[in-house]
């Protein structure tokens, strides 16, 4: 386990273990997240709408919801066109 140190401005280096797991170069922005008293660290990524793509897409499968699920989508499709 690596540690850093806060800095007087409150500045951490992230050590190069977690940069090369996250894949994060300079410049690149990061995302914090307080979760049950702990920090979690994940670069921000690139593009937000690929992210989010089929987030919560476990909560639909091998539920009979499916069939409403699709058939709202080809309404939509309906009244796009």
Known sequence: MDTAT???KYQVVIPKKARDAL??????KIVFDCRDGMVV???????????????????????ESGEYLEGERESWQKTSA
Not at 43 to 57: C, D, Q, S, T
Request: charged share 30%.
């Open 6 to 8: 806060v800095s007087s």
């Open 41 to 63: 660290m994940l670069p921000r990524p690139r593009n937000l709408v690929e992210f989010a793509r089929g987030l919560g897409a476990e909560v639909w499968s091998g539920s």
């Open 23 to 28: 894949k994060i170069k300079e410049g690149d």
